[in-house]
């Protein structure tokens, strides 16, 4: 992250410099530093990978099975709610999960939520509409 924000702010004031070189070997000197912050940014976002994130679910709206991709720190679970608030199921992960499938062909149509909980917080909600 380090990295990220020290690229983000040299790539910003080598720009701003830019803009008010007076020279072509100023310009020249400005642009080659700004295409290494450049190179820096992008090397240091292809490098970070986010943590503690979780996808959509997917298809949506679901008449089966539907799967979420997961990249959490922690094992956890997922709890479906209706839309009166009542717990319909649940189903725990381990860390190390990246895709979950839940199986919606049980459910009644409808509108349900899921609350994804890793190590003692909630990381995300979902909504899922399950039609036939």
């Not at 410099?17 to 100023?26: G, I, P, T, V, Y």
Request: charged share 15%; glycine share 8%; proline share 4%.
């Amino acid at each position: 992250m380090k990295k990220l924000l020290l690229a983000i702010f040299f790539a910003g004031s080598a720009m701003a410099h830019l803009a008010q070189a007076q020279s072509a070997d100023e310009r020249l000197g400005y642009a080659t530093r700004g295409s290494q912050a450049r190179e820096a940014l992008a090397s240091a976002q292809r490098t970070s990978t986010p943590a503690n994130t979780v996808g959509e679910i997917y298809p949506n709206p679901a008449a089966g099975e539907a799967s979420i991709s997961l990249n959490l720190n922690a094992a956890g679970k997922v709890t479906f709610y209706n839309l009166l608030g009542t717990p319909v199921a649940s189903q725990e992960f381990g860390k190390d999960t990246r895709t979950l499938t839940i199986d919606f062909a049980q459910f009644p149509e409808g509108v349900y939520f899921g609350i994804i909980s890793a190590g003692n917080k909630t990381v995300a909600t979902r909504r899922i509409s399950v039609k036939r």
